[in-house]
């Protein structure tokens, strides 16, 4: 990163600024940061962030090039990638309907977007990742651990605390029916504390401390190499709010996306997004799309979809390269994300429906 500031693809007005307050490499530049940045040369936190973008792109490009010297590209066969993509994990849901149309989980090193109305179970299912995401690997679990991103402050640690105690149990079960070594010995570090204590929580309160916390993530992971998932929830709450200029909010979101593609594929790490619905205004009728854009909808490899059918929470496979177009029902319980059972099976359903220790309106949030 030791790149001079007068060789770096910016405006020149705005290089001439840098120069003239004494930025002379790309790293001071990144070590200042958008906030030191914009007091230093005088422009907004926005301008600053998307120069910041900008360099650091070029840098990891610089680096790219450096490692690969002159065949920076990668070649490989295409029979290469079908081996690399069956030897790429899966984090279960614990829901196995919703799996099976995701073809056996939620997979490392893509991005998969979950939309939905409030209340539909969205963050759920990404409290229930960021567990699951550290089952040992003796139980069919990928032995990792979890980034949670949270722009809307739906974490609930309590609700956690149920997930990961329920998980804990289930395994405790299989080992005992099985009575297998492996698990046993697994089962030795796998407990409630080490869950928890695996689950690194950023609260980021607009877009600017969001771009930055994705912008500075790979440094977190590659001293985490463990993180196997990293949650953003929601992607489209920063971004809804007081931006005028909607061309600048297109390219950060771009940039944005480009960060967590990156980090899915440098990092073998699954990267889950949150986001909102809006109403598509038409002709004869109106309906609700996912937020920000249909540019945006480019950026996650599989979209998810969750919704209601009067009383019933639907989950339907919008979009994936591999499996086909599907709708699956789901259930929110007291232990987390679970199939819909068959009425005779769920005779006590009303008491696993709701955890009496939680407050009401649990089940609604998302």
């Not at 401390?209 to 998932?229: G, M, N, T």
């Not at 909010?249 to 889950?272: P, Y």
């Not at 598509?280 to 979209?303: D, F, K, M, N, Y």
């Not at 919704?307 to 029902?329: G, V």
Request: glycine share 8%; charged share 20%.
């Amino acid at each position: 990163m030791q790149r001079d500031v007068g060789g770096l693809p910016l405006a020149p007005a705005l290089r001439a600024r840098l120069v003239a307050a004494g930025f002379q490499t790309a790293q001071e530049l990144l070590e200042t940061g958008p906030c030191g940045l914009s007091k230093e040369i005088g422009i907004s936190k926005e301008e600053a962030l998307e120069a910041l973008q900008v360099v650091r792109q070029e840098c990891q490009g610089d680096a790219a090039r450096t490692a690969g010297g002159s065949g920076a590209t990668r070649k490989c066969t295409a029979l290469e990638l079908l081996e690399e993509e069956q030897a790429q994990g899966f984090i279960i849901t614990f829901c196995s309907a919703l799996d099976n149309i995701l073809g056996g989980g939620v997979q490392l090193t893509k991005i998969t977007e979950i939309c939905g109305a409030p209340g539909a179970g969205k963050t759920q299912l990404c409290m229930q990742l960021a567990v699951d995401v550290q089952i040992p690997e003796c139980f069919g679990g990928v032995a990792g651990e979890a980034v949670f991103i949270d722009t809307e402050g739906s974490f609930m640690v309590d609700r956690v605390v149920d997930i990961a105690t329920a998980c804990v149990q289930h395994c405790q079960l299989i080992a005992e029916a099985h009575q297998e070594e492996d698990h046993l010995k697994a089962l030795e570090t796998f407990s409630l504390e080490s869950i928890l204590s695996h689950i690194y929580y950023f609260r980021c309160r607009d877009y600017i401390e969001l771009l930055a916390q994705v912008y500075l993530l790979p440094d977190f992971l590659s001293e985490h190499s463990k993180v196997q998932l990293v949650v953003v929830d929601g992607i489209a709450f920063p971004f809804r709010h007081d931006f005028e200029d909607l061309s600048l909010r297109t390219r950060l979101l771009n940039g944005l996306a480009q960060q967590l593609i990156i980090i899915a594929n440098d990092h073998k790490s699954a990267v889950v997004l949150t986001n909102q619905m809006t109403t598509r205004i038409g002709q004869s009728q109106s309906t609700l799309v996912p937020a920000l854009g249909e540019s945006w909808g480019h950026a996650a490899t599989v979209r998810l979809i969750f919704h209601w059918d009067n009383s019933q929470r639907l989950a339907t496979l919008y979009k994936s390269p591999s499996q086909k177009e599907s709708t699956i029902p789901y259930r929110i319980t007291s232990h987390g994300f679970r199939d819909v059972q068959p009425p005779a099976v769920t005779q006590n359903a009303e008491d696993t429906e709701m955890n009496p220790r939680k407050r009401a309106r649990r089940e609604e949030e998302k």
